[in-house]
Every structure is written in C-alpha cells, then in structure tokens.
T-cell receptor, first 111, second 115 residues
Framework: TQLLEQSPQFLSIQEGENLTVYCNSS?????LQWYRQEPGEGPVLLVT?????EVKKLKRLTFQFGDARKDSSLHITAAQPGDTGLYLC???????????FGSGTRLLVRP | SAVISQKPSRDICQRGTSLTIQCQVD?????MFWYRQQPGQSLTLIAT?????????ESGFVIDKFPISRPNLTFSTLTVSNMSPEDSSIYLC????????????FGPGTRLTVT
C-alpha cells in the first residue's frame, strides 16, 4: 500500500493545455516536496511546502499544500513539451528526515 | 545545493556478481541516503548512510545484500551483492541540505541491468 497516492499515473496532453496532478494521503506531513525527473537523471527538487493551505508559484507551476497537510496539488498552466517528465511528490513526517515518495505521475506534452 | 556525482552511470552485470556504486558530493553533508527505483516505479529508500557507523536500513533491505560505506562526509558507496535480475533498477544517492532541513538533492543515478 502506497502511503502517498498520486493521480493520474499517466497524462498525455497537447501543448498549451492546463493540467493538475494530485498527491493524497491519510497521513499528516510536516512538509511536502515536488520533484521532476527526466530520463537518465535523478529527481530535481521543484518546491517545498510546509504550511497548511500554502500556495507557491514557480513560473507556470502552482503548488498547493492542503489545509490539513495530508494532500497537495501541482497545477501547470499552458504546458510545454519541456514540462515532459515524471513528477513525484514526497512527504516528510514529523520527527523524521525520511522522504516518503508518491507513486509518480508521468507527463507527456505533445507539440 | 550540493553537486552530486555517481559512478558508474550504468552497468550490465551477470547474476551472482556484485557491483559497488560510488557517490561523491562536492561539500560536506551530514546525511546521505540510498534509494532504489525499479523500472517504471517511484523511489524507495534503501538505507541512510551514517558517517562513522553502520548504515540504517529500511524494512525489506539488509546489510548482507546492500552493504554501505560512509568513510567521510563527502563520499559513500553502495554494493549490490549476489545480484539477480530482480535487482535491475536505478540506484540513487541523495543528500540532506539546502535551504530547508527536509530537502533532499539527488545524484544522477546508476542504471543497473542484471542478466
């Protein structure tokens, strides 16, 4: 059983479309991180959210941490082919340094 | 953020053999981790590499299969022992650091194929 469930698992969209990726859990996290991984590379940290209800923006990417700190979402506006990759959420539970990774969302943006 | 390199970047090995993967960081870090990423899957933590003491393994991973060394604050190795095709995965090291205490930064990974 995955502690952090991501949906959808796979998303194929046309360039210019918007999309949202969800990361859900029944557990509370002290912080949650989003990574993007491209083939042949390690995950690259995009953002960390720590406060319930927090919203962070990174250019066309908007990240939100749920009020109860159990879930998060990533919204991409006007997706571009360069956004293609595996998106991973990862949470840290209180009193722990360990990252618990979500199941991942594989995004393909077609030109 | 720290710059992390791994060697080798990829390898093809025969079953029954062992492979040692190296992880080098360009600055001293307190905590280093080893992850496995099976084909098409997410990341699973194997162990925390502790400097000067034995690594701390996660459930399902044992020292005999995945011995880890951490001789100093910039270097660690992971050995995959007595390999089988089920060990075919990407192995990644990461370090704790950066702006936030919880943030981890990853190496490029080692793609291992066992035939």
């Amino acid at each position: 059983t995955q502690l952090l469930e991501q949906s959808p698992q796979f998303l194929s969209i046309q360039e210019g479309e918007n999309l949202t990726v969800y990361c859900n859990s029944s557990s509370v996290f002290s912080s949650l991180q989003w990574y993007r991984q491209e083939p042949g590379e390690g995950p690259v940290l995009l953002v960390t959210v720590v406060t319930g209800g927090e919203v962070k923006k990174l250019k066309r990417l908007t990240f939100q941490f749920g009020d109860a700190r159990k879930d998060s979402s990533l919204h991409i506006t006007a997706a571009q082919p360069g956004d293609t990759g595996l998106y991973l959420c990862a949470g840290v539970m209180d009193s722990s340094y360990k990252l618990i990774f979500g199941s991942g969302t594989r995004l393909l943006v077609r030109p | 953020s720290a710059v992390i390199s791994q060697k080798p970047s990829r390898d093809i090995c025969q079953r029954g053999t062992s492979l040692t993967i190296q992880c080098q960081v360009d600055s001293q870090v307190t905590m280093m981790f080893w992850y496995r990423q099976q084909p098409g899957q997410s990341l699973t933590l194997i162990a925390t590499a502790n400097q000067g003491s034995e690594a701390t393994y996660e459930s399902g991973f044992v020292i005999d299969k995945f011995p880890i060394s951490r001789p100093n604050l910039t270097f660690s190795t992971l050995t995959v022992s007595n390999m089988s095709p089920e060990d075919s995965s990407i192995y990644l090291c990461s370090v704790l650091g950066g702006r936030g205490a919880d943030e981890q930064y990853f190496g490029p990974g080692t793609r291992l194929t066992v035939t």
